[in-house]
């Protein structure tokens, strides 16, 4: 009985230190508290639970009373995806623009000042980078998140952000395995599926895991995306061919392998989140991500008890939920002992990120200065990943640099008679987001530039639509600092 019940309880701490839960507020709950001293050994934070850098630093600081190498999770990507800074936007530009300026230097630099504020803070695992290469240009989800289509630059660039943000002190996590580039469904929303052969595979998706793996990424996420010709009937997240076969045996990475958030639709209705996460430890993952939409006690323990009933029942063997807890546990031991590099003689971290921002914008045509002109966001539905709580666009940069500018918002439906009848005799500067993929918001650009020539166009999603107006500015993103740039381009400073 006591041999029974000492068993029972590692089993039980396992299952803890497995989970990597969210929760609601901006301080710690008892119940997480509670958790972390039985065992849990991460926690995910998301944009609800921050406010500010000294709040958040004050947050992890109460989550470290309970145990001194609790793993803090944050999905902090810059760019579009912000935690840290989703009520004003992001001091970083996102992959896409790093990408396109293809300085790995800058790329290095940028991740390690962002991994020095996380680090400042507290966090010390980041769920980035984007590794995949976004070969379909109608993907909804990742897009922009990605360095690019380009296969190469996608992998150097995978790298170097691993190195800048681990030289932080900080824990890269490389997703989203093995490779969401090629899709055209949200897994958020329905389960993808990739259709290429082993050789598109292995020649275009794998090569920037490859780099990342080299470059010593602590972490690689797994993608909820049906690869038919790694697994027919499995998700990657929970397939043991694809998350034990490739890439711990042939890719050799020895590192934690994390799922990525398991509320998403792709899992949670089709499998459901308890077997679900019971399939994926089995298949080879090491934690499970959870709390993005599910942030409570409950689930906590629905999906502790999932696990641990499996194990029991012989579903789940022990040694793989010991192993996969090991990894967690040696994930916190490196990052309680990670000391951050000197940063390169020389180097200025202030204001990289508007630097990198600046360098990335591409501008076609010209125009004259302008006066007080008025701003008309065309804005499409952001995607779960991204969210809508973070605002984006010129206008409250450019009102900075051209005192009397007037905006206004246009969502789905609108046209550009809408546009003209809120700008009157204004100049109009159009922004838009994806215009390839919004049918709608093509339309519309195309009536604005046809009625009034001198329209200013700023393209901040993919640059995949044929240029237009007076003056076309390719952000390559949606941050504020990208904002920021195209708004000094159009003020002429």
Same mark, same amino acid.
């Given at each position: ?94 992959n ?21 504020r ?6 010390n ?103 038919p ?21 042939e ?53 502790? @008890? $999932? /696990? %641990? &009933? +499996? ?6 063997? =022990?040694?793989? !939920?010991?192993? #996969?807890?090991? *990894?967690?546990r ?56 991204v ?31 809408d ?26 650009? @195309? $009536? /604005? %530039? &046809? +009625? ?6 700023? =393209?901040?999603? !993919?640059?995949? #639509?044929?240029? *237009? ?21 159009i003020?002429?400073?």
């Open positions: 009985m006591t041999v029974l019940a000492h068993r029972t309880d590692t089993v039980t701490r396992d299952a803890l230190a497995v989970l990597q839960p969210g929760f609601e507020g901006t301080t710690a709950p008892d119940w997480l508290l509670r958790r972390v001293g039985e065992g849990l050994t991460a926690v995910g934070l998301f944009g609800r639970n921050i406010t500010s850098p000294e709040q958040l630093a004050a947050l992890t600081a109460q989550l470290r009373t309970e145990r001194d190498d609790v793993l803090v999770a944050i999905d902090e990507e810059g760019g579009d995806v912000t935690r840290l800074e989703v009520r004003g936007g992001s001091s970083f530009p996102g896409l623009a790093l990408g396109a300026v293809d300085d790995t230097d800058l790329t290095r630099s940028v991740a390690r000042e962002l991994g020095r996380l680090a400042e803070c507290g966090v695992l980041n769920w980035a980078p984007s590794a995949d290469v976004n070969s379909n240009p109608d993907n909804p989800v990742i897009g922009v998140r990605s360095f690019g289509a380009d296969t190469h630059l996608a992998a150097r660039h995978t790298a170097a952000y691993v190195q800048g943000l681990q030289a932080a002190g900080v824990a890269a996590c490389t997703k989203h395995f093995p490779g969401h580039g090629d899709t055209n469904v949200d897994s958020h929303h329905a389960l993808p599926r990739i259709d290429v052969d082993l050789d598109t595979l292995q020649a275009r998706e794998l090569v920037p895991f490859k780099a990342a793996i080299e470059a010593g990424t602590k972490a690689v996420m797994s993608a909820h995306i049906l690869v010709a790694l697994d027919p009937t499995r998700p990657a997240t929970l397939s043991p061919q694809i998350l034990t076969g490739l890439l711990r045996g890719l050799g990475y020895e590192g934690l392998i994390v799922t990525d958030g398991m509320e998403m639709h792709a899992i949670a209705g089709t499998y459901g989140i308890e077997r679900g996460s019971v399939l994926a430890i089995a298949a080879g993952a090491d934690a499970i991500c959870v709390g993005g939409g599910l942030a409570d006690e409950a689930t906590v323990l629905r999906l502790r @008890d $999932a /696990l %641990v &009933a +499996a194990v029991r029942e012989g579903a789940l063997p =022990e040694e793989r !939920l010991a192993d #996969a807890a090991a *990894r967690v040696a994930l916190a031991a490196w990052t309680r002992g990670a000391r951050p590099d000197a940063q390169p003689e020389g180097s200025c971290a202030s204001g990289i990120g508007l630097t990198a921002a600046r360098r990335a914008v591409l501008v076609t045509g010209s125009t004259k200065p302008l006066t007080a002109p008025y701003v008309a966001t065309l804005a499409p539905v952001a995607n779960i990943a969210g809508d709580e973070t605002p984006w666009g010129v206008a409250a940069e450019l009102a900075e640099l051209l005192p009397g500018t007037e905006a206004g918002v246009f969502p789905e439906g609108s046209g550009a008679g546009v003209l009848a809120a700008a009157g005799d204004r100049t109009v500067v159009a922004v838009v987001r994806d215009a390839h993929r919004h049918p709608w918001m093509t339309e519309a650009l @195309d $009536a /604005l %530039v &046809a +009625a009034r020539p001198d329209t200013v166009v700023v =393209e901040m999603g !993919l640059p995949r #639509a044929r240029p *237009r107006g007076a003056l076309h500015i390719a952000t390559h993103g949606a941050s504020r600092v990208c904002g920021r740039a195209a708004a000094e381009v003020a002429g400073v």
